[in-house]
T-cell receptor, first 113, second 115 residues
Framework: EPEVTQTPSHQVTQMGQEVILRCVPI?????FYWYRQILGQKVEFLVS????????KSEIFDDQFSVERPDGSNFTLKIRSTKLEDSAMYFC???????????FGSGTRLTVV | DQQVKQNSPSLSVQEGRISILNCDYT??????FLWYKKYPAEGPTFLIS?????DKNEDGRFTVFLNKSAKHLSLHIVPSQPGDSAVYFC??????????????FGSGTQLTVLP
């Protein structure tokens, strides 16, 4: 069964450093998403991406965050200057249509120290 | 801002019995609803969905019911199996002009199916 692949599975970084979380969505999917889940809290929407541009973004997705689809397969989330409160599980997802059940990756656990 | 609410953080059910997981929402703009299952250290896995034009959708052991007037949906699992033990998230998508629509998740219900 096709999968969404995320790397790394766990990243530890120092506060103020830049991190790039990587995702390989399912190959024929057209819609891409990033969500995050802070420990003990809800899964929260960050950003959606379609047709090579951001479609929607939440209040969490401020100027410190950016997304890119640098080639035909990767979809990345960059956090420019990490803060302690950025520590969370970050999930990438993709879907073939806006109403289709999204497929999530296994997540990257980001720990900012 | 809890637009999607799952008021039961946990539920225990005997194997073979019915599991009923509930979800309430407040935003009348939601027009599509989904249920996800999540195991520890994994991403959410899509289970079943329902459009707001329907009141029931069935897929094997899983049935989702939608009561639009009450802004309530439920997931029924019959019969429940130990492998169903996981956190279940309700999620909703608003009608929107945007082409890639965001999911709003509930806080989840931990289902434990006892052998």
């Amino acid at each position: 069964e096709p999968e969404v692949t995320q790397t790394p599975s766990h990243q530890v970084t120092q506060m103020g450093q830049e991190v790039i979380l990587r995702c390989v969505p399912i190959s024929n999917h057209l819609y891409f998403y990033w969500y995050r889940q802070i420990l003990g809290q809800k899964v929260e929407f960050l950003v959606s991406f379609y047709n090579n541009e951001i479609s929607e973004k939440s209040e969490i997705f401020d100027d410190q965050f950016s997304v890119e689809r640098p080639d035909g397969s990767n979809f990345t989330l960059k956090i420019r200057s990490t803060k302690l409160e950025d520590s969370a599980m970050y999930f990438c997802a993709s879907s073939s249509g806006p109403y289709n059940g999204y497929t999530f990756g296994s997540g990257t656990r980001l720990t900012v120290v | 801002d809890q637009q999607v609410k799952q008021n039961s953080p946990s539920l225990s059910v005997q194997e073979g019995r019915i599991s009923i997981l509930n979800c309430d929402y407040t935003n009348s703009m939601f027009d599509y609803f989904l249920w996800y299952k999540k195991y520890p250290a994994e991403g959410p896995t899509f289970l079943i969905s329902i459009s707001s034009i329907k009141d029931k959708n069935e897929d094997g052991r899983f049935t989702v019911f939608l009561n639009k007037s009450a802004k309530h949906l439920s997931l029924h699992i019959v019969p429940s199996q130990p492998g169903d033990s996981a956190v279940y998230f309700c999620a909703a998508i608003p009608e929107s002009s945007g082409s890639a629509r965001q999911l709003t998740f509930g806080s989840g219900t931990q289902l434990t199916v006892l052998p």
